[in-house]
């Protein structure tokens, strides 16, 4: 049977989708987080830069630094999703495709944000 | 249209042989360099997964960052971290309704490429500095 009527007429009286606009919010949430902790980011490199293996552990083991660190690393890491699913839905049309890619980019991003948080964590309490 | 006459006037042109305006090669370079950190954030992970692991992961890591390659990946990495944070900032104040003026647009754009540039430039030369050539 062909579908006689009109997206519009399917949709209407439905209500809104509800969540049409949270990407677009959360983009902006962690954008602005991230210019103050960019900043930070960029400074605890170059107190780190040509430190020994000592040193630098110290310096990202202490306390303000790994907290600075690791809300470094959930903001990017939840920026960085969504920015590269605009761009796979951008580019990829093709369903099965699109929606592999997209959740490659969740394992992707799920897993250096763990992995780096961990190697903070380790850092921080040892062993 | 056979045997008509060529139009005169311009049609649409494509990307390649548009004259780039600033705005535009700043928006897509917003979007390049916001993939090349995408791909950067293995080399933080690798930084700080190697300090955990101990001075032989360290070393390994240092010997990696500090050859010519890791460099211009570190340099490349810089600026994009910096073109993408000034472009950001470009459009949370688009996001606000401001700034939407011919002037204002090419006044944000240019301030984020020349941002940028000089910025990283500075970065590295306040580094080079302060560890004395690279090491």
Redesign the interface.
């Known amino acids: 049977m062909t579908e006689h009527r009109t997206p519009l007429a399917r949709v209407r009286g439905l209500g809104s989708a509800k969540t049409g606009t949270a990407h677009f919010w959360h983009q902006r949430l962690t954008a602005v987080a991230n210019v103050p902790l960019t900043i930070a980011f960029v400074l605890i490199v170059l107190a780190l830069l040509g430190r020994n293996h000592a040193a630098a552990q110290q310096i990202l083991a202490s306390p303000l630094v790994a907290i600075v660190m690791l809300l470094f690393i959930g903001s990017i890491t939840y920026h960085m999703r969504i920015g590269m699913q605009v761009i796979i839905e951008d580019y990829v049309h093709e369903e099965t495709a699109k929606l592999a890619l997209i959740m490659l980019n969740t394992f992707f991003a799920v897993a250096v944000a763990l992995a780096s948080a961990y190697a903070i964590f380790k850092l921080s309490f040892g062993v | 249209m056979a045997g008509s006459k060529a139009p005169t006037r311009p049609l649409s042109p494509h990307m390649q042989i548009y004259r780039w305006p600033l705005p535009m090669a700043m928006s897509i370079l917003h ?1 390049i360099t ?2 090349g ?2 791909v950067g ?2 080399l ?2 690798w930084w ?2 190697a ?2 692991s ?2 032989n992961a ?2 390994t890591f240092g010997a990696f960052i500090n050859s010519w390659i890791g460099q211009l990946i570190l340099f490349g990495y810089t600026w994009a ?1 910096l073109h993408h ?1 000034l472009g ?2 470009r ?2 104040i688009w ?1 606000t309704g401001h700034g939407f003026s011919q002037s204002e647009r090419e006044w944000l754009s240019l301030a984020t490429a020349v941002g940028s540039i000089s910025l990283t430039v500075l ?1 590295w030369v ?2 080079y500095l ?3 050539g690279g ?1």
């Open positions: 979007r916001g993939a950190l995408y954030t293995l933080m992970a700080l997964i300090t955990a101990g001075p360290y070393a971290l944070m950001g900032i459009h949370l996001d970065l306040i580094s302060s560890i004395g090491q």
